[in-house]
């Protein structure tokens, strides 16, 4: 009876361990270098506005991008939807 406890508790424990969807990332993780002055200017940001860094950083690029006439591939998503 011991080893039937066992052998199930190992069943469900490889069940849970490797057939556990694992979210994939949906943005690629880089490192980057800036000023601390820059660093500064965008926690006082975060800090009185309540907007992510990285959020900052990303619509900064979007509009580097832009400037550059550059598409940089990101698919906007209209805030209304057209009805049918």
């Known amino acids: 009876m011991p080893y ?8 469900v424990l490889y069940q849970v361990s490797y057939t556990h969807v ?6 690629p993780i880089i490192t980057i270098t800036i000023d601390a002055e820059q660093e500064k200017a965008l926690r006082s940001i975060k800090d009185t506005e309540g ?3 990285s959020f ?12 550059k006439g550059i598409k940089s591939g ?11």
């Open 51 to 53: 907007v992510p860094v």
């Open 22 to 27: 694992v979210p994939t990332r949906i943005r």
């Open 56 to 67: 900052q950083v990303r619509k900064a690029l979007e509009m580097w991008f832009e400037k």
């Open 4 to 11: 039937e406890y066992v052998n199930r508790y190992l069943t």
């Open 74 to 84: 990101r698919q906007r998503v209209s805030k209304t939807r057209p009805r049918p």
